[in-house]
């Protein structure tokens, strides 16, 4: 009996000691500070990561112990690809590209297997024609959350007054189910659109924000759905009536068959955040299952501010990140601290939300998103140009949990105080979703070396800070937020070696 107790002792420990583990890749010399890159997921029972650098394009497959199997070559896409996406599934994955030749824009499609070959030889899709040469996509691709579902869609808006919406819905296999061409109508270069989302059901919703001057807050809304087995848009209105709106972010609850936006309020033009405004829509009745106007209270501003600044600008630099439906028909709003200074000019909020990355429709063909949606090493809000120093900021996560009535049950803080230089692609955080719990992992500055840290929030509210991770070799720098989660309980994170960037699993 003694001998079978130690020998369950030994196999628990072992069990424990492997609770947490980390592969890191090895370091490949062309593999460069400035490459781009999307971890696409795992495939085939392997990791497979996209890599660009210039005009090269390689698919690198890692074992679980992220040891390369194989790098190919990607010789039949062209040189001046403009944007790539991925939808992944166990045993293959697709890839959507677009590029332009003369005034041609192409979206092309290859499927592609486990070790980075392709099952078919690359079709195009689409194409469009163009007045002059694009550095912008054309073309936008989401798909649902079960991916059973991709939608492929471009707007044109050579009328400010009138956008043409060319949406073509495909099944998991990629064959077409519905092309459709709608015409929305346009309120001049003040229209923004949110978020596109792709829903179980094949839908198409996102939402059209009308605004009174050029960097003003939202006072009108739209929330617009394309149905799969429909040929029109249906617009349904929100009325502002005492309130302005900041950046909306948008979810579908597919369990539910609902569709969720909150955004920041305002009381006033260009006054403080005074709350959170969020809806549960059901998109089968058209009617508002929930509306909830949530002022911040004195305790709530206390808790959020970062220094000893005045309680009514806590929330101004807070910006929604994520929304997560629950199985009971709540949701939580996840929102962080986020803000810049620079020697040169002060940090702005308008410039952030509506700046660069702003969902304007200036171009002749218009995409929602007009970078590459994987990591690029340019910084996308350095407004300041080279030469002027700008210090980035991401501080506190607050946590905001709705029930299904649309009441608050519980607000909860994550806290961490993050700062870089020139560069925000070492902070901010990555979510990991272990079902009946939320990981947060994020770096944290320790005897002036980065750390990466998780916290965990569950559905009750309560945080805890899990243990040290095991195996962080020195050298290491994490970039949790260009993570990506490709398992039950596995996550990939790029980080950087010697300016090299390479790949980190870690298994939890």
Request: glycine letters at 6%.
């Given at each position: 009996?003694?001998?079978?107790?130690?020998?369950?002792c030994a196999f628990f420990s072992?069990?424990?000691?492997?609770?947490?583990?980390?592969?890191?890749?090895?370091?490949?010399?062309?593999?460069?500070?400035?490459?781009?890159?999307?971890?696409?997921?795992?495939?085939?029972?392997?990791?497979?990561?996209?890599?660009?650098?210039?005009?090269?394009?390689?698919?690198?497959?890692?074992?679980?112990?992220?040891?390369?199997?194989?790098?190919?070559?990607?010789?039949?896409?062209?040189?001046?690809?403009?944007?790539?996406?991925?939808?992944?599934?166990?045993?293959?994955?697709?890839?959507?590209?677009?590029?332009?030749?003369?005034?041609?824009?192409?979206?092309?499609?290859?499927?592609?297997?486990?070790?980075?070959?392709?099952?078919?030889?690359?079709?195009?899709?689409?194409?469009?024609?163009?007045?002059?040469?694009?550095?912008?996509?054309?073309?936008?691709?989401?798909?649902?959350?079960?991916?059973?579902?991709?939608?492929?869609?471009?707007?044109?808006?050579?009328?400010?007054?009138?956008?043409i919406l060319t949406t073509m819905?495909?099944?998991?296999?990629?064959?077409?189910?519905?092309?459709?061409?709608?015409?929305?109508?346009?309120?001049?270069?003040?229209?923004?659109?949110?978020?596109?989302?792709?829903?179980?059901?094949?839908?198409?919703?996102?939402?059209?924000?009308?605004?009174?001057?050029?960097?003003?807050?939202?006072?009108?809304?739209?929330?617009?759905?394309?149905?799969?087995?429909?040929?029109?848009?249906?617009?349904?209105?929100?009325?502002?009536?005492?309130?302005?709106?900041?950046?909306?972010?948008?979810?579908?609850?597919?369990?539910?068959?609902?569709?969720?936006?909150?955004?920041?309020?305002?009381?006033?033009?260009?006054?403080?955040?005074?709350?959170?405004?969020?809806?549960?829509?059901?998109?089968?009745?058209?009617?508002?299952?929930?509306?909830?106007?949530?002022?911040?209270?004195?305790?709530?501003?206390?808790?959020?501010?970062?220094?000893?600044?005045?309680?009514?600008?806590?929330?101004?630099?807070?910006?929604?990140?994520?929304?997560?439906?629950?199985?009971?028909?709540?949701?939580?709003?996840?929102?962080?601290?986020?803000?810049?200074?620079?020697?040169?000019?002060?940090?702005?909020?308008?410039?952030?939300?509506?700046?660069?990355?702003?969902?304007?429709?200036?171009?002749?063909?218009?995409?929602?998103?007009?970078?590459?949606?994987?990591?690029?090493?340019?910084?996308?809000?350095?407004?300041?140009?080279?030469?002027?120093?700008?210090?980035?900021?991401?501080?506190?996560?607050?946590?905001?949990?709705?029930?299904?009535?649309?009441?608050?049950?519980?607000?909860?803080?994550?806290?961490?105080?993050?700062?870089?230089?020139?560069?925000?692609?070492?902070?901010?955080?990555?979510?990991?979703?272990?079902?009946?719990?939320?990981?947060?992992?994020?770096?944290?500055?320790?005897?002036?070396?980065?750390?990466?840290?998780?916290?965990?929030?569950?559905?009750?509210?309560?945080?805890?800070?899990?243990?040290?991770?095991?195996?962080?070799?020195?050298?290491?720098?994490?970039?949790?937020?260009?993570?990506?989660?490709?398992?039950?309980?596995?996550?990939?994170?790029?980080?950087?070696?010697?300016?090299?960037?390479?790949?980190?699993?870690?298994?939890?």
């Amino acid at each position: 009996m003694k001998t079978l107790f130690l020998a369950l002792c030994a196999f628990f420990s072992i069990n424990i000691l492997q609770a947490q583990r980390i592969h890191y890749s090895d370091v490949e010399k062309d593999d460069y500070r400035q490459m781009n890159f999307e971890i696409i997921g795992k495939v085939g029972g392997n990791i497979s990561i996209y890599k660009n650098y210039r005009s090269r394009n390689d698919i690198a497959v890692y074992f679980n112990d992220m040891k390369l199997k194989s790098k190919t070559r990607l010789d039949f896409m062209p040189e001046n690809v403009l944007n790539v996406d991925f939808i992944a599934y166990p045993d293959f994955y697709y890839m959507v590209y677009q590029y332009q030749r003369r005034n041609v824009m192409y979206c092309a499609l290859a499927k592609m297997n486990g070790e980075g070959k392709l099952v078919n030889d690359p079709v195009v899709l689409d194409t469009s024609h163009l007045p002059s040469v694009n550095e912008n996509k054309v073309y936008t691709m989401v798909n649902s959350e079960d991916k059973q579902k991709i939608m492929i869609f471009k707007i044109n808006r050579k009328n400010d007054r009138n956008f043409i919406l060319t949406t073509m819905l495909y099944n998991n296999g990629m064959e077409l189910q519905r092309r459709n061409e709608m015409q929305m109508n346009g309120s001049g270069r003040e229209d923004l659109f949110t978020d596109f989302i792709l829903d179980n059901d094949g839908d198409l919703v996102f939402g059209k924000c009308g605004r009174t001057g050029n960097k003003d807050f939202i006072n009108q809304f739209d929330l617009i759905l394309k149905r799969a087995n429909e040929d029109s848009l249906q617009v349904n209105n929100f009325p502002l009536t005492d309130k302005t709106l900041d950046e909306i972010k948008i979810k579908p609850d597919n369990n539910h068959k609902h569709i969720i936006f909150s955004s920041f309020f305002y009381r006033q033009r260009k006054g403080n955040i005074d709350g959170l405004y969020s809806v549960v829509w059901d998109k089968n009745n058209r009617t508002a299952i929930s509306e909830t106007t949530f002022p911040f209270h004195d305790s709530l501003r206390l808790d959020a501010r970062s220094d000893n600044s005045s309680l009514k600008v806590a929330f101004n630099d807070y910006f929604i990140k994520h929304i997560i439906p629950t199985r009971d028909g709540g949701f939580a709003v996840l929102t962080e601290l986020y803000y810049s200074t620079s020697r040169s000019s002060g940090w702005s909020r308008y410039d952030y939300l509506y700046g660069a990355n702003s969902y304007m429709p200036f171009d002749y063909y218009y995409s929602p998103y007009n970078s590459m949606n994987y990591f690029r090493y340019s910084d996308p809000w350095n407004r300041y140009g080279p030469g002027m120093a700008t210090r980035h900021f991401a501080e506190n996560i607050m946590i905001f949990y709705f029930n299904k009535e649309g009441r608050l049950n519980w607000t909860n803080t994550v806290r961490k105080s993050q700062f870089d230089d020139n560069t925000d692609m070492y902070i901010s955080y990555q979510i990991f979703n272990a079902g009946n719990e939320v990981r947060f992992l994020f770096n944290t500055l320790e005897r002036r070396e980065r750390m990466l840290t998780s916290i965990t929030a569950n559905a009750a509210g309560d945080i805890k800070k899990d243990p040290t991770l095991r195996n962080l070799d020195k050298g290491y720098e994490f970039m949790p937020r260009f993570g990506k989660q490709v398992g039950l309980k596995e996550i990939v994170l790029p980080c950087m070696f010697k300016n090299y960037i390479c790949f980190a699993k870690l298994d939890f």
